[in-house]
């Protein structure tokens, strides 16, 4: 599910609540967390230009998923750290929400991608990183910036803007993905258990990618509406200030 | 403060548009809460006092239906906010309909209705005793569930949103369809170490049934003159409930241990997931319950655990 982290101000700045009572993160976390930032900035902008230069080299979107697959499962894989972050409390993000969203990025790097290779040259895909490529750059800049309490308006606009078209998007890039995969999980039954066994299980894959793509339809808009929601409360506020000078 | 002689005036404002809903004059001064509920239903019918939430505070908790209006941090002009808590639900109805479902759904696997697995393995039965086994037991369960619904259990509450038991049978029923369809499948296949395995989980359910019964009872015992209060469970003659030297909930200890000898009498993964995830669920259940008792009794045994003796 194309992702931007819910939260009220990113995971800069961020109060532990203990007991009621608000703490500033320690020195320790903050240096971690704008390390962690900055490493993931500089990672998936890397990325973004390894595609740029290879289109502009070889003309055509083909191959391009080979090419920058290495540095792309790195990074990504990489971003689990997020839920460990929110789990020990120095990101006030929900566990769970920030679960499903990383869960979602893996499950397509490694469970659709990777593992079909047949559709590694389906325009989807190139949807797909193009939409995830801006969105982390944006989103782990502003993480930065926030942890460094010197937040350029800019960036607070570009991450309360472009989710408006990247999202829906990158939702669409992953769908067509899915179900370009479809008849290649059906023929090669892939990641499937049949009966009879002495577990007495069975698991579909193909199945279970139908109801994946199912399952976008009531998850995507309460996603986009939290966005937009946040989008209201970060912006609005930030206009009544102006209007206030 | 009230407290002296004289009426009450009672002012009952909507919890979010702080609107007044109704102004009730002449209240007595020990007018319990449930009384200013029929009130209430009175001037609004289709809001009967099971879905009336009234509170002191708009945010706050819902006051029970025994508290006395002048025993309450009010003038004698109270105010009190209303808040719909939307259709409800008896408990007993909740239950019995989430007990009844899975009990009915297993029997169609069961007995291989046609829908499930083709026309050719239609009313066939299965060659492994096992799952004749398993059948037995699973509805010995949910029919010991209803008896102990109907004959057995006090319920501190009466009622729970509407919406919530449409929530609770998908996840019942559709667990109970999940797990039938594997352990009446005609591809199924016997726990690997045969008869050795299938006796042992038997006894275990057996134990564990007579635990979970024993527990219900007891606790039955504690509320038998209709009192709604709660008191210290404590271990009596039957060695069943023993359990309690060691936890406070030893009902889903029983349980859980209900579930797993279902897992290894039937050898089935679902069963094992669905097992898996009523552990968590009454891990939690028990958690609350364990803090609930801590805080109403400064007297509770404090070397007990929740559900697990020792562990958790």
Known sequence: MAPSEEDGGGNGAVEEKEKGKKRKLGALATAWLIFYNVAMTAGWLVL??????????????????????????????????????????????????????????????????HSIKQIQNEESVILFLVVWTVTE????????????????????????NFFIILYPAGVAGELLTIYAALPYVKKTGMFSLRLPNKYNVSFDYYYFLIIVMFSYVPLFPQLYFHMLRQRRRVLHGEVIVEKDD | ????????????????????????????????????????????????????????????????????????????????????????????????????????????????????????????????????????????????????????????????????IVKNCFYYWGFAAWLAYYINHPLYTPPSYGKKQINFAVIMFLLCEAGNFSIHVALSDLR????????????????????????????????????????????????????????IQMTIWAKDKHCTYLREFKDYPSHRTPIIPFLL
């Not at chain 2, 579930?259 to 552990?279: A, D, E, N, Y």
Request: proline share 5%; net charge positive.
């Open chain 2, 1 to 164: 403060m009230g407290g002296r002689a004289g009426f009450f005036e009672v002012e009952i404002l909507d919890w979010e548009t702080k609107k007044q809903l109704c102004f009730l004059d002449k209240v007595e001064p020990n007018a319990t809460i449930r009384e200013i509920r029929l009130m209430f239903h009175k001037l609004y019918p289709r809001w009967y006092p099971a879905r009336q939430s009234i509170k002191l505070d708009p945010k706050g908790k819902s006051l029970r239906d025994e508290e006395i209006l002048q025993h309450l941090p009010v003038g004698t002009t109270a105010t009190l906010y209303f808040k719909d808590l939307g259709p409800q639900i008896g408990w007993t109805t909740v239950f019995l309909i989430e007990y009844t479902g899975p009990l009915f759904i297993y029997f169609l696997f069961y007995f291989r209705m046609t829908f499930v697995y083709g026309l050719d393995e239609r009313f066939t039965s299965s060659p492994h005793p096992v799952v004749n086994l398993a059948c037995i037991c699973h509805s010995f369960h949910y029919i010991k569930r209803l008896i102990e619904t109907v004959f057995v259990h006090r319920f501190s509450r009466g009622t729970m949103p509407l919406r919530k």
């Open chain 1, 48 to 113: 973004g230009i390894a595609m740029v230069r290879f289109y502009i080299q070889k003309g055509t979107h083909r191959g391009l998923f080979r090419s920058v697959q290495k540095t792309l499962k790195f990074f990504q894989t990489f971003a689990l750290l997020e839920v460990v972050h929110c789990a020990v409390g120095i990101v006030r993000t929900s566990v769970l929400v920030t679960g499903v969203q990383v869960s979602s990025r893996i499950f397509m790097v490694w469970f659709i991608a």
């Open chain 2, 224 to 279: 038998r003159n209709g009192s709604k209060t709660r008191k210290i469970p404590y271990p009596t003659k039957n060695p069943f409930t023993w359990l309690f030297f060691f936890v406070s909930c030893p009902n889903y200890t029983y349980e859980v241990g209900t579930w797993i000898s279902f897992t290894i009498m039937t050898q089935c993964v679902p069963v094992g997931l669905f097992t898996l995830l009523c552990f």
């Open chain 1, 137 to 160: 750059i944006t989103r782990y800049s502003f993480y930065t910036f926030n942890l460094l309490n010197h937040l350029p308006y800019f960036i607070k606009w570009a991450r309360y």
